[in-house]
């Protein structure tokens, strides 16, 4: 795999490299890829690879970004965090399985879902799918649907106190492949709108993107420390680039979380010219 792969997102310089298996997901970080990442690792200079791994270099803690034009197949990734639970990301495609369930119309619990992540609307959400089962192949099967093949909505909560779809190992190059088909599927135009009206105390990261439609999610594992991530839509002059990242700062604290995703979208925004939008097949 060379400059031609990496030539769907980066329109500035590129390395060379190659790759005997089959990979529809390009890494590019400051060194050699992990041991379990296919692909090839390069940073070019004044891109936003470089960009990427100068302020990872400089945080404490680990990050991840995965990306892709919309309609596109090819994913590139960068930085050192690859996947965990999805917190209230999750509730992206459980809004779009509810809504197509109950009619199609954004409901109170639809718009508080979304807008404010509102945890009890979600549940409710939920129960109007029918059992926990059937409940968690309705989202199962959006995610299906948008492209990624492999993330499993669990039934039952494996934390008494946190929902069972927001605890679903969601990689970061599932929800980005996701993401990139999100505004092709079927009654998805409605919660989009709502993934752009984020309430202005959840704008963090990609908030900072005028129009951006995108949902956050966060929340702290067994030892109190917390996992922030957000994943959605931003606009390139070439069309839309679905984006999803995640940082998980030493400290545990949830603020030094959303500071890190701040930086990071800071990054993207500084080399936005570099990247290559698309749209949904006509």
Known sequence: MGCAALAV???AGC???????????????????????????????????????????????HMGMAIMPVGGDQVVSFGDWTTGPAWSTMKVPLTIAAMRHNGGTPSYAATAAITAS??????????????????????????????????????????????????????LA?????????????????????????????????????????????GPDASGAYLVRQFGLISAPSGQIAIAFAAQPDSGAFSDGMTM???LSAVVSQHLSELSGGRCPA
């Open 9 to 11: 997102f980066l329109t």
């Open 15 to 61: 390395g060379s490299g190659s790759d005997s298996s089959a990979s529809d997901e390009t890494s590019i970080t400051a060194a050699a890829s992990h041991a379990d990442q296919k692909g090839l690792s390069i940073t070019v200079p004044g891109t936003l690879a470089a960009g990427v791994a100068e302020l990872q270099a400089g945080v404490r803690g």
């Open 118 to 171: 509102d945890n009890t609307a979600a549940d409710t959400l939920w129960q109007s799918l029918g059992s926990n089962q059937e409940a968690a192949q309705a989202v199962q099967s959006v995610l299906r649907e948008g492209g990624d093949t492999k993330t499993t909505v669990p039934a039952t909560r494996s934390r008494p106190e946190n929902s069972a779809f927001g605890q679903a190992d969601w990689s």
């Open 174 to 218: 599932d929800q980005v492949r996701f993401a990139s088909r999100l505004p092709c599927l079927p009654q998805s135009a409605p919660v989009i709108d709502l993934m752009e009206q984020i309430q202005s105390a959840q704008r963090w990261g990609l908030g900072a993107f005028s129009g951006a439609e995108f949902k956050g999610g966060w």
């Open 261 to 263: 995703l701040d930086k």
